[in-house]
């Protein structure tokens, strides 16, 4: 983000609807560049979804019950966006506002795989599926399966990475392997290995194949990173930079009407007129606001799908999952309604904990969201009882849980495209002097990243536009 330093003319002034990390990434870039901004945030704070809550907030819901957080001290919990991929522009905005960053575990060969009915330690379910696609695949070129498709010395080179990949014996077999885990570890003496592995059919009737692979993917690839104490200090950074008198609070936005001089911007409590507006919010809310833009920027901006999205934190008195399960960091994969369970890649050996008993979306997250705070809760612990035991259940602490898709304001986890298409395409040009920006108007949705480089994208167009009109 050092690289961002925009030239020349920047008198203009521009009225930025909320104040999410699209909006404050949009006012500290043009703020940097000379312009005159003001943000308008309908709820009491800035951040949108970048929320972490600490002992002492409060989070309401849409026609639900008030929660009031009651962690102890340092104990936090990221409600929102919680891991970054090393090659996010996020990255960089910590580390040019001087944030400090730590490991996020996104991969822990320790947290368990529960699929089935059955739980096993990520590294056995791994071991176990690698092993025997090596035995196969071993197999297969053994018998000349290959022989048309690739050459005799390439074949070598295979079975000899096969050997590796599975840890096979010297008939190319896959028959366990110390890489499945103990129930005693070595010490002096060697340990107590894993009962042997279950037969292939068994291994693949375990279903674990889609849990091992979750994380697989660029943007979940590990190493992850997170800000140190929380992911808000992006928000109190960016917030300090762009000058807190800059942003309106509880400014729910109510029209925008584009002139052929400037925008302006009605809200409650008042009104903004500037020569630009930046519209942050998300698309639903958005097509909710009445607007002079024209019926095809209202068509577009119900193209994209809410899509629910929903997380508890339940804190402990004792971090049992370091103590006893010797997990530091990482996620449980289940094929559960609660999806995931993350344990912190923070402050290990403190005295509490909290881990995150869901993270889920869409129909799981709507069935979770629709229950009260105590019925979520209840029914996370009894299904993370499947995987931990009776131990799950007690010395909890506190707890909260937020179902993004009734968070005033903001009414959904990210959104869906059915499909890219033009009304994608539309919306990343202005409406008039009306710009577009947010995750949702890029391929990093449901990433701060997404909005990070979507409001990048539109002040370098806004600034080129002013500067031609000068
Ligand atoms: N960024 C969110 C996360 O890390 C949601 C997401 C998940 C987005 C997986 C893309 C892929 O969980």
Not at 263 to 289: Q, T, W
Request: aromatic residues 8%.
């Amino acid at each position: 983000a050092g690289d961002f330093s925009l030239r020349g003319k920047g008198a203009a002034t521009v009225v930025i609807l909320g104040a999410g990390v699209a909006g404050l990434t949009a006012a500290y870039e043009l703020g940097k560049a000379g312009y005159d901004c003001t943000l308008l945030e309908a709820a009491d704070r800035a951040g949108g979804r970048n929320l972490t809550l600490r002992g002492g907030d409060r989070l309401d819901e849409l026609n639900g019950p008030t929660q009031d957080v009651t962690f102890g001290q340092g104990v936090y919990f990221n409600a929102g966006p919680a891991r970054i991929a090393p090659w996010m522009v996020t990255l960089d905005y910590c580390r040019e506002l001087g944030i400090p960053i730590e490991t996020f575990i996104n991969d822990n060969a320790a947290a368990y795989v529960h699929t089935n009915g059955r739980t096993v330690r990520s590294r056995t379910a791994r071991a176990d599926m690698y092993g025997y696609v090596a035995e196969l695949l071993a197999k297969a070129t053994n018998i000349g399966a290959l022989n048309r498709t690739i050459t005799k010395a390439d074949q070598e080179t295979l079975l000899d990475f096969l050997r590796r990949f599975g840890d096979l014996g010297p008939k190319l077999e896959y028959e366990g392997s110390m890489r499945r885990g103990f129930t005693k570890y070595p010490a002096v003496d060697l340990g107590t290995p894993l009962d042997l592995p279950g037969s292939l059919h068994q291994v693949l009737a375990a279903g674990t194949g889609r849990a091992i692979t979750n994380n697989f993917g660029y943007d979940q690839a590990t190493p992850m990173f997170q800000p140190v104490g929380g992911m808000d200090a992006i928000v109190a950074r960016l917030t300090e930079a762009v000058g807190q008198e800059r942003i309106k609070t509880g400014a729910r936005v109510t029209k925008i009407t584009n002139l052929h001089d400037g925008v302006e911007v009605v809200h409650e409590g008042g009104s903004v007129k500037a020569d630009y507006c930046i519209a942050a919010l998300p698309p639903h809310i958005l097509a909710k606001i009445p607007h002079n833009l024209g019926a095809q920027v209202t068509t577009a901006l119900r193209a994209p799908v809410p899509v629910a999205a929903g997380k508890i934190g339940l804190e402990y008195g004792t971090r049992w999952w370091e103590l006893e399960d010797r997990i530091y960091g990482g996620v449980t994969e289940t094929d559960l309604d609660i999806a995931h369970i993350w344990y912190p890649s923070h402050d290990y050996h403190a005295e509490r904990g909290l881990l995150v008993g869901y993270y889920n979306h869409e129909r799981d997250a709507e069935l979770y969201g629709a229950l009260s705070p105590e019925d979520r809760r209840r029914r996370a612990l009894t299904q993370g009882k499947k995987i931990h035991g009776e131990k799950y259940r007690q010395n909890v602490l506190s707890s909260v849980s937020i179902a993004w898709e009734r968070r005033p304001h903001i009414q959904g986890g990210w959104v869906r495209w059915p499909d890219f298409d033009s009304s994608f395409t539309f919306l990343q040009r202005p409406a008039g002097r009306v710009y577009f920006a947010g995750d949702w108007l890029t391929h990093l949705i449901a990433w701060q990243a997404g909005a990070m480089e979507s409001a990048r994208g539109v002040v370098t167009r806004l600034h080129q536009r002013v500067l031609q009109s000068a």
